[in-house]
C-alpha cells in the first residue's frame, strides 16, 4: 500500500502565492513520477503539473512561468510553488503519483485533494 499525504493550499489574493506539497508513504521501491492535477466545479481534472523520473517537467500552457514543481527524492515528496494567482486557478488540486512498490506492484496513487481559492 502507498499513500500520498497532501499539505498547503487554502485562501489568497489574486496575484498571490501558495505552495503545497505532497508526501509519498508506505511500500515504495521507486516512484516514476509526480505532479499535479486539478479540478474546478463543472469541469474536468486536468494536468497542472508533474516531474518525471530524471526531472523532465511537464505544466499547463495556463500555469507556465507561474507555477513551479520540484522534488525531493529522499523524501519521496513533490512540491508546488503557484505564484501570480488567479482567480481561474481556483480548483481541488490533486497529488498523483506513479509507484512501483517494494513487491513490483504500480500504484496510480492519488492523494485527498486539498482545495485552492483565489479571490479576485
Known amino acids: 500500500q502507498v499513500h500520498l499525504a497532501e499539505s498547503g493550499g487554502g485562501l489568497v489574493q489574486a496575484g498571490g502565492s501558495l505552495s503545497l506539497s505532497c508526501a509519498a508513504s508506505?511500500?515504495?521501491?521507486?516512484?516514476?513520477?509526480m505532479g499535479w492535477y486539478r479540478q474546478a466545479p463543472g469541469k474536468q481534472r486536468e494536468l497542472v503539473a508533474r516531474?518525471?523520473?530524471?526531472?523532465?517537467?511537464d505544466y499547463a500552457d495556463s500555469v507556465k512561468g507561474r507555477f513551479t514543481i520540484s522534488r525531493d527524492n529522499a523524501k519521496n515528496t513533490v512540491y508546488l510553488q503557484m505564484s501570480s494567482l488567479k482567480p481561474e486557478d481556483t480548483a481541488v488540486y490533486y497529488c498523483?503519483?506513479?509507484?512501483?512498490?517494494?513487491?513490483?506492484?504500480?500504484?496510480?496513487?492519488w492523494g485527498q485533494g486539498t482545495q485552492v481559492t483565489v479571490s479576485a
Open positions: 508506505g511500500s515504495i521501491f521507486s516512484i516514476n513520477a
Open positions: 516531474e518525471v523520473r530524471g526531472g523532465s517537467t
Open positions: 498523483n503519483a506513479q509507484i512501483t512498490s517494494a513487491t513490483l506492484f504500480y500504484y496510480d496513487a
